[in-house]
């Protein structure tokens, strides 16, 4: 069945270091995609997101690339943070409108090693 | 602040024993949802809804129901809950074509 999913469950990086999170999805009808982040005993936040009419974008110290050739989605954090040790999600949009039907992956915990 | 309130958020109940998880957000959103997380399934969503009175089921309906009688509000209702029914879960809201801003999150656990 058709999946958002993740490459790698677990990520270590050292302080200072860029980070990359990885993302596979198979719907190849998906338009809308967001990445949020999840730390221990928080609601998923939202970091930035990305439609599939565009291949890059940038936020602060984040940026998300849509590969839709080969339906892959990236995050990529910058100059990685004690406070960016956490678990990211990305998340796809189903939806028939608009946003609706997010579906989300498993997630990856990435933990920054001072 | 703009947020979305969940209560309680921490549950314990019994089998059987009806219970509602209110959830409220301040923001004018249209879309709210409801997911639950369970270890290694991640967030699957249980209803939405896209404005007052319309509401439609997410990939994991089974066992719950909920109403929009107001935009703000959104309850989660279990009319009769069940240990598989033991997670965490997540109510959130959103503008059409945004994503969601979601709450704290409810530990539910059913014995």
């Known amino acids: ?114 | 602040e703009a947020q979305v309130t969940q209560n309680p958020r921490y549950l314990i109940t019994v089998t059987g024993k009806k219970l509602t998880v209110t959830c409220s957000q301040n923001m004018n959103h249209e879309y709210m949802s409801w997911y639950r997380q369970d270890p290694g399934l991640g967030l699957r969503q249980i209803y939405y809804s896209m404005n007052v009175e319309v509401t439609d089921k997410g990939d994991v309906p089974e066992g719950y129901k909920v109403s929009r009688k107001e935009k703000r509000n959104f309850p989660l209702i279990l009319e009769s809950p069940s240990p598989n029914q033991t997670s965490l879960y997540f109510c959130a809201s959103s503008f059409p074509g945004g994503g969601y801003t979601f709450g704290s999150g409810t530990r539910l656990t059913v014995v």
């Not at chain 1, 982040?37 to 930035?48: D, H, L």
């Not at chain 1, 678990?87 to 989300?104: D, I, M, Q, S």
Request: charge should be positive; charged fraction near 20%.
């Open chain 1, 1 to 114: 069945g058709e999946s958002v999913g993740l490459h790698l469950p677990t990520l270590s990086v050292q302080e200072g270091d860029n980070s990359i999170i990885n993302c596979a999805y198979s719907n190849s009808a998906s338009d809308y995609f967001i990445w949020y982040k999840q730390e221990s005993g928080k609601g998923p936040q939202f970091i930035i997101d990305i439609r599939s009419n565009m291949d890059k974008r940038q936020g602060q110290r984040v940026t998300v690339l849509l590969n839709k050739t080969v339906k892959h989605l990236s995050l990529q954090i910058a100059a990685t943070q004690p406070g960016d040790s956490a678990v990211y999600f990305c998340a796809e949009n189903r939806g028939r409108v608009g946003n609706e039907k997010l579906t989300f992956g498993t997630g990856t915990r990435l933990t920054i090693i001072p």
